[in-house]
Each structure stands twice: as structure tokens, then as C-alpha cells.
């Protein structure tokens, strides 16, 4: 770990991000001896709370959210190096009294643990009063998502937030980049000379990502009746994995030559024409289940909301490596798995060999990288079974996280916020990227937005969606892989 002192300040503290996730997170690098030994957090937020209940709070959510069991005295060096502020964070003069608290730390990490419609605001009343100064230290500010609602409001708060930050300071998060399976999909094709050479059109037919829920809505209705699938999923977090999976090697593994190649993987994807929107990007709503409510009769969800709660989508790459391979993407709430996929499908074995025996029908090689809840990579191919006659069968090699290495369970938030105390900047999104992002679903949200579904809702609770989706797939001949 870094010997620099740092403090943490979380803004929005009482919230419940920082109790279900942060605080959890903290908790977990203490106990890894992961945090500086000069470590601070303080927390600030409206409620008006005395130091000692603020750690109070603290402790109860601890008790309800932390991952792994811990020692006590780890969780209490934490406490003692906890403070509160009470204060509105948009008044000029409650950010003064936190300048005042922080004289003396050289190294400043704020967290924007607060609504999106507030990070503009923060980060100005921040550097109003000179906290963006990194005269005698580091000053950084960790934005949370969603960054923007589309690509115009990105570029707005992006330039919003350059105007008195410098885009070295800034670290926008994306937590799937947190997971470890999503940066082992690094490790996996650049560590390994076996990969890398199939890694192109010549052998990979297809890719599919899936990454689906069981649940609904939940308490997010509010949140989520103004944002939708391809928003809250497509965007951010499947877009980050396509451009691991997809993008060329960087020079070398810095944070610089790593963003650099995102980006230009981000910015290949091809802009869809609306007649490409229409016959390539399905949307779906919940209906209602056997006893669970519909979409639009969750709690603050409009009764004729047409918000998607399902995508699914062919996107291609324009680019020498990819020209023909599609992508396909599905997201979506109440199907019939909680599950995270990405798929490498390759093409098959030439069949003539086997044209006059049982195993004609050969099954092309997939390569699973399993995100969540499973953790692991597999390879299918195919063996014969034994017996007298050739007939052939699907196997798979499986690696698993649990049983080859031994894990305590996180929250994702860890790496990200020990990279953001080092200085690293490799797993938060830069300005351009996330643009790119939105720039990639701009010609959706255009097309959706002015020919609003008309035949919501259109699947059923614990379906794959609805039935346009594997229309989408079976039209180029393949399947949708249902992990
Ligand atoms: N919760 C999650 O699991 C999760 C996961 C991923 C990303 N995020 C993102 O993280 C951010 C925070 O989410 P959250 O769920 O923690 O939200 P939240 O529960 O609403 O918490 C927001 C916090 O900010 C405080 N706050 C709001 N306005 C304030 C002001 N003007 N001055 C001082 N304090 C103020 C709130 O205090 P009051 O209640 O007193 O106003 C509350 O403590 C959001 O951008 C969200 O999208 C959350």
C-alpha cells in the first residue's frame, strides 16, 4: 500500500450507497491492510449528526452489509479515524467549514456518493472554495453513475466538471470494472499466447453478453422509470466489458494505453441507422407473474410508463479485427436467471470428415467468461464418447475462482477505491469513452424516444424476454446462448 496519508471525504454519507457498499469496502481493505496508515474518512451529509452517532450509524450498517467476517479491532481503527460534518453540500458556507476540517490533509479523495443531478453543483462549490488546488498534495473526485442521461448531458457535465478539474483528478466510476472476472477477460487475453492469434473474424463467428435478474424493479422505480435497460446496463457497464473483450492490445498496462484502446474499440462500434435500430435493437417490459406485480405496477412506476426493462441488441465493430462478427447484447429484469455471461463463439470444424457418421452435427467451440454470480472461465469442445462407434459429445474445462483461488467476498468497490487512493487510473472511464458510449445508443434513444412501444408489456416474469429477441438472433442462423 501507498505510505501517503489520504483523506476520504464522503459526500452524501448518509446515504445508501456508502452504507450497503462503501463502508463495506473500507471495511474489507482495512482487514487486507490495503489502507494508508495515515488514513481519514469523514462523512458529510445534511442529518444532523454528532461524530458519535455518525459511527453509530456506521456500525449498524456494518452489522446488516458486511461481505466477510472481520476483527473487531479492524473495524474500530476505522471508527476512530471517522469524522462527520453535518452540512448542505451545495451551501458555499457548509463547504467552507469542510475546507476548514481538511487544512492540513495533503492527499483529498471526495466521493460524490450523492444524486447525479448533484455532481455539477458539488464539484463547483468544491472548487469555489479552492479544494481542487493540488498545491502540496493531491486533490481527486470520484464520480458515481449515472454520468449523464445521454450523450448531450455527458458532454455538459463532463464539461462542467473540466472547467475547474483537471481530467487527471477525475474518476468516474463504472463498478462493473470493480469485478474481478471483468479484468481477469485482460489477463485472459494478454497473458496467454494461445488466445490472442483466434482473437479476430477469421475464427470467432459470434460473441454474445447476457447479463440478466431475476428481480424487478425493486425500490428504484423512481430512479428507474426515467432511465431503462438500455441506460442503466448497454451503455455503461456492457459496453466497458465488449471493449475488453474486443479491444487491441495495449503497449503496455498502464492506465493511459489501456483507456486509449477502449476508446478506440468504444468509438468503432457502428452507428445503427434507424432502419438498423428497428430491425436490430429490441425492447421489452415485465409483464405481471405469478403473484408479482407487472412493471407498471411497481411503486413509482408510471401506469403507462413505456420505459424497457429488457434489450437486446446486435451491435457490429467497424474495424479490420471484427468486419462481419456480430455482438450480440441482452439485458433484462425478472428472467429466469441472475446471471452475467460473455460468450465467444467460434466458428466450427470444416464437417466434411464427419459427413458419414453419427457425429455430423459438430458443435462449435465456446468460450464462457463467467461475470457473476459464477465466477469462472470454461472452454466447450468436443470428445468422443467411448464405445465402439464415433459418436461425439460436448465437454467443457472449467476454471473456477472459489476452487483455485481462495477469495473473500467483496462488494467490487474494493479495487476501485484502492486504485483511487494510488492514483490509478486504469478502471475509471475517461471523458471521451464515456461519450463515446453514448454517442454508440444516441441513434436508439432517438428512434425509441419518437415512436414510443406500442405493445408494452411484452414479456412474461421469468421468460428470456420477448419473443422479438430470439427472433433477432435466429434470423442470422444462430441462438442465444441461455447460460
Ligand atoms: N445505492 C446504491 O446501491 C448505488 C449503486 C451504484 C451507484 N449509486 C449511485 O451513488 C449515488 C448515491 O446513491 P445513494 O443510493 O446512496 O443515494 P441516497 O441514498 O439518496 O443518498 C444520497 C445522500 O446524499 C445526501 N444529500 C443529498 N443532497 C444533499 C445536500 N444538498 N447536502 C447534503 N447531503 C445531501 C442525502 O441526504 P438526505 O437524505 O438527508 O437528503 C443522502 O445521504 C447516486 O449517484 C447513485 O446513482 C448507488
Known amino acids: 500500500m501507498t505510505d501517503a496519508p489520504c483523506t476520504l471525504v464522503i459526500l452524501g454519507a448518509s446515504g445508501d450507497l456508502t452504507k450497503r457498499l462503501l463502508m463495506p469496502s473500507l471495511l474489507n481493505l482495512q482487514e487486507e491492510g490495503h489502507l494508508p496508515q495515515q488514513f481519514k474518512l469523514i462523512g458529510m451529509a445534511k442529518d444532523a449528526m454528532t461524530q458519535e452517532q455518525f459511527q453509530n450509524h456506521l456500525g449498524e450498517c456494518i452489522g446488516q452489509f458486511a461481505t466477510r467476517t472481520f476483527k473487531p479491532e479492524n473495524w474500530q481503527r476505522l471508527l476512530q479515524a471517522t469524522d462527520y460534518l453535518s452540512g448542505d453540500l451545495t451551501s458555499p458556507d457548509d463547504i467552507r467549514r469542510l475546507a476548514k476540517m481538511l487544512e492540513g490533509s495533503p492527499n483529498v479523495l471526495f466521493y460524490l456518493a450523492v444524486a447525479p443531478s448533484l455532481f455539477g453543483p458539488i464539484a463547483d462549490q468544491l472548487a469555489a472554495v479552492g479544494l481542487n488546488s493540488e498545491e502540496g498534495g493531491w486533490r481527486r473526485l470520484i464520480v458515481e453513475k449515472p454520468f449523464g442521461h445521454d450523450l448531450k448531458s455527458a458532454q455538459e457535465l463532463n464539461a462542467r466538471l473540466q472547467a475547474h478539474w483537471k481530467e487527471s483528478q477525475l474518476y468516474r466510476i463504472d463498478h462493473y470494472l470493480g469485478k ?65 473483450i474486443a479491444m487491441d492490445p495495449p503497449n503496455t498496462f498502464r492506465a493511459q494505453a489501456i ?53 437486446a441488441a446486435q451491435f457490429h465493430i467497424d474495424n479490420w479485427r471484427w468486419a462481419g462478427v456480430p455482438f450480440f447484447l441482452r439485458t433484462g429484469k425478472r ?149
Do not use: C
Not at 490472442?196 to 424493479?217: C, F, M, S
Not at 468504444?266 to 434507424?274: D, E, F, M, R, V
Not at 463515446?436 to 444516441?442: H, S, V
Not at 414510443?452 to 421469468?462: E, L, T
Open 335 to 483: 428472467l429466469p436467471k441472475k446471471t452475467a455471461v460473455l460468450s465467444i463463439h467460434f466458428l466450427p470444424a470444416p464437417s466434411i470428415l464427419w459427413r458419414d457418421t453419427p457425429a455430423h452435427n459438430l458443435k462449435p467451440n465456446e468460450l464462457l467468461f463467467h461475470i457473476q454470480p459464477d465466477q469462472g472461465v470454461e472452454l466447450s469442445f468436443e470428445a468422443k464418447v467411448p464405445g465402439p462407434s464415433m459418436d461425439l459429445q460436448t465437454v467443457t474445462m472449467r476454471f473456477s475462482y472459489e476452487q483455485a483461488f481462495e477469495v473473500g467476498r467483496g462488494t467490487g468497490y474494493e479495487t476501485l477505491l484502492y486504485d483511487a487512493i494510488r492514483g490509478d487510473e486504469t478502471l475509471f472511464s475517461r471523458a471521451d469513452v464515456v461519450e463515446a458510449g453514448w454517442a454508440a445508443i444516441q441513434p436508439i434513444l432517438d428512434v425509441w424516444q419518437a415512436e414510443p412501444a406500442g405493445n408494452f408489456p411484452n414479456y412474461s416474469a421469468g421468460s428470456w424476454g420477448p419473443a422479438e429477441a430470439d427472433t433477432l438472433i435466429r434470423e442470422t442462423h444462430r441462438e442465444w446462448l441461455n447460460p
Open 180 to 244: 474481478e472476472t471483468v479484468q481477469n477477460i485482460l489477463a485472459f487475453r494478454f497473458a496467454n499466447g494461445l488466445f490472442e492469434p483466434i482473437w479476430n473474424r477469421k475464427y470467432i463467428d459470434h460473441v454474445q453478453l447476457t447479463v440478466a435478474e431475476t428481480v424487478g424493479v425493486e425500490t428504484r422505480g423512481k430512479f428507474y422509470d426515467k432511465t431503462g435497460a438500455l441506460r442503466d446496463m448497454v451503455q455503461n457497464h456492457m459496453f466497458q466489458m465488449l471493449a475488453y
Open 259 to 311: 483507456r486509449d484502446r477502449k476508446m478506440e474499440l468504444i468509438s468503432a462500434i457502428h452507428t445503427l441507422s434507424p432502419e438498423e435500430v428497428r430491425r436490430w435493437v429490441v425492447r421489452g417490459q415485465y409483464g405481471p407473474g405469478d403473484s408479482l406485480p407487472g412493471y407498471r405496477q411497481e411503486e413509482y412506476v408510471d401506469k403507462n410508463s413505456v420505459t424497457e426493462t429488457f434489450v
